[in-house]
């Protein structure tokens, strides 16, 4: 059943974010079958276009650590959704969702792109495309 | 003290607005000299996904066969978008963009990459030789009673009309009518006229919405663009 309700967000989702997508599609890069949720450590913020990108690391019970890139939206859609640049900070524990790549860089961290942000005192933070400009 | 930590989850324009209002109603603002003032921040147009969605009721896309092919073939990896090329109109983004009119020129400021101009005085478009095939064309532009016409030849074949692919040849030839027809609406009707790629004129109709309170931001696609070689498959 969880697995079910994960299958039907991620259509949803996939559906939402696909009329308002900027750059490119995101059938085309990540794939709506593999949804990630995890907890880590902010280590770097890329304030770019054509999105923006954090990077974290998460830390298993055997202290393994696993890094990630995640896309989020560009600067312009971040900022009319009440970022500033300086809202997510390296260091800053946060909780995410979000979906991995069909296929990303052969080495370094693991790419996906951000459905949802949390911040460690439970904020949440807009992420990614689904919600943008259009209504 | 938590209070000031919360980030707002409320979506607002650069200037203190809400993106999601709805756009302002009221007549159409005008100039000294009585042609409707065109100013403003601008979000829609076109739908962004497929423009046959804004064609007349019952009507197709009167693509040629063999373009249609090639269309079904292209791969999502092949969208200028994804590599940050221009996306002219009658292709639009979810982004705002700023219309100037003046009286030598009108100049469209696109958030997603680029501008445009549009030649007011008069002149003609060159011919032969003179006209480079280039990503937006060349533009000139008149009045027609309240509506802004703006004609446009000499384009590559390389962009496409929306993030379906519709494609082009560097026969196309565009017509753009805005019309604004309230404080808060302008109304924008495209006739695409490309005899190679298609079979007949057809025209595509939206509209756009005005902004208030809303600026533009700078947006360099290229400078961190980690999604190209990554695109799979083909386009929607």
């Not at chain 1, 900027?22 to 059938?27: D, M, Y």
């Not at chain 2, 079904?72 to 639009?92: E, V």
């Given at each position: 059943m969880k697995q079910l309700a994960c299958v039907i967000t991620a259509v949803v989702l996939a559906a939402a974010t696909q009329p308002a997508?900027?750059?490119?599609s995101f059938a085309a890069q990540y794939d709506a079958k593999q949804h990630v949720a995890l907890k880590g450590v902010v280590t770097k913020v890329e304030w770019t276009n054509p999105h923006a990108r954090f990077y974290i690391d998460e830390k298993n019970d055997q202290g393994e650590v696993t890094s990630w890139n995640f896309e989020m939206a560009s600067p312009n859609v971040l900022l009319r959704n009440?970022?500033?640049?300086?809202?997510l900070k390296i260091g800053d524990q946060v909780t995410v969702t979000g979906y991995l790549a069909r296929v990303g860089p052969p080495a370094g961290p693991k790419m996906a792109i951000a459905e949802s942000l949390t911040a460690a005192d439970g904020t949440k933070m807009f992420a990614s495309t689904a919600t943008d400009l259009s209504r | 003290m938590m209070l000031v930590t919360v980030m707002p989850l409320g979506a607002q324009t650069?200037?203190?607005?809400?993106?999601?209002?709805?756009p302002p109603s009221g007549p159409v603002p005008r100039l000294p000299d009585g042609?409707?003032?065109?100013?403003g921040v601008w979000l829609g147009g076109?739908?962004?996904?497929?423009?046959?969605?804004?064609?007349?009721?019952?009507e197709t896309m009167p693509i040629r066969p063999e373009w249609k092919k090639k269309m079904d073939a292209f791969?999502?990896?092949?969208?200028?978008q994804a590599h940050c090329l221009p996306l002219p109109p009658p292709r639009f983004t979810p982004y705002p963009w700023r219309m100037v009119v003046t009286p030598a020129h009108t100049f469209f400021l696109y958030e997603m990459y680029d501008w445009r101009q549009v030649f007011m005085d008069g002149r003609k478009h060159p011919t032969g030789d003179d006209l480079d095939p280039t990503w937006k064309g060349h533009s000139v532009g008149r009045w027609e009673g309240d509506t802004l016409i703006i004609d446009t030849v000499g384009y590559n074949?390389?962009?496409?009309?929306?993030n379906k692919g519709w494609p082009h040849s560097d026969q196309l030839h565009l017509v753009e009518r805005y019309t604004r027809?309230?404080?808060g609406t302008m109304k924008v009707e495209m006739t695409i006229d490309d005899p190679v790629a298609y079979t007949r004129p057809f025209t595509v109709t939206g509209q756009a919405r005005l902004m208030p309170k809303e600026e533009l931001v700078e947006y360099i696609?290229?400078?961190?663009?980690?999604?190209a070689p990554y695109l799979q498959g083909a386009k929607p």
């Amino acid at each position: 059943m969880k697995q079910l309700a994960c299958v039907i967000t991620a259509v949803v989702l996939a559906a939402a974010t696909q009329p308002a997508s900027a750059h490119h599609s995101f059938a085309a890069q990540y794939d709506a079958k593999q949804h990630v949720a995890l907890k880590g450590v902010v280590t770097k913020v890329e304030w770019t276009n054509p999105h923006a990108r954090f990077y974290i690391d998460e830390k298993n019970d055997q202290g393994e650590v696993t890094s990630w890139n995640f896309e989020m939206a560009s600067p312009n859609v971040l900022l009319r959704n009440g970022w500033k640049r300086t809202s997510l900070k390296i260091g800053d524990q946060v909780t995410v969702t979000g979906y991995l790549a069909r296929v990303g860089p052969p080495a370094g961290p693991k790419m996906a792109i951000a459905e949802s942000l949390t911040a460690a005192d439970g904020t949440k933070m807009f992420a990614s495309t689904a919600t943008d400009l259009s209504r | 003290m938590m209070l000031v930590t919360v980030m707002p989850l409320g979506a607002q324009t650069r200037l203190g607005g809400s993106i999601r209002a709805n756009p302002p109603s009221g007549p159409v603002p005008r100039l000294p000299d009585g042609k409707p003032d065109m100013t403003g921040v601008w979000l829609g147009g076109l739908p962004v996904g497929d423009i046959s969605t804004a064609l007349p009721k019952g009507e197709t896309m009167p693509i040629r066969p063999e373009w249609k092919k090639k269309m079904d073939a292209f791969q999502a990896t092949d969208d200028p978008q994804a590599h940050c090329l221009p996306l002219p109109p009658p292709r639009f983004t979810p982004y705002p963009w700023r219309m100037v009119v003046t009286p030598a020129h009108t100049f469209f400021l696109y958030e997603m990459y680029d501008w445009r101009q549009v030649f007011m005085d008069g002149r003609k478009h060159p011919t032969g030789d003179d006209l480079d095939p280039t990503w937006k064309g060349h533009s000139v532009g008149r009045w027609e009673g309240d509506t802004l016409i703006i004609d446009t030849v000499g384009y590559n074949d390389k962009t496409w009309f929306d993030n379906k692919g519709w494609p082009h040849s560097d026969q196309l030839h565009l017509v753009e009518r805005y019309t604004r027809t309230d404080l808060g609406t302008m109304k924008v009707e495209m006739t695409i006229d490309d005899p190679v790629a298609y079979t007949r004129p057809f025209t595509v109709t939206g509209q756009a919405r005005l902004m208030p309170k809303e600026e533009l931001v700078e947006y360099i696609c290229d400078e961190n663009n980690q999604d190209a070689p990554y695109l799979q498959g083909a386009k929607p």
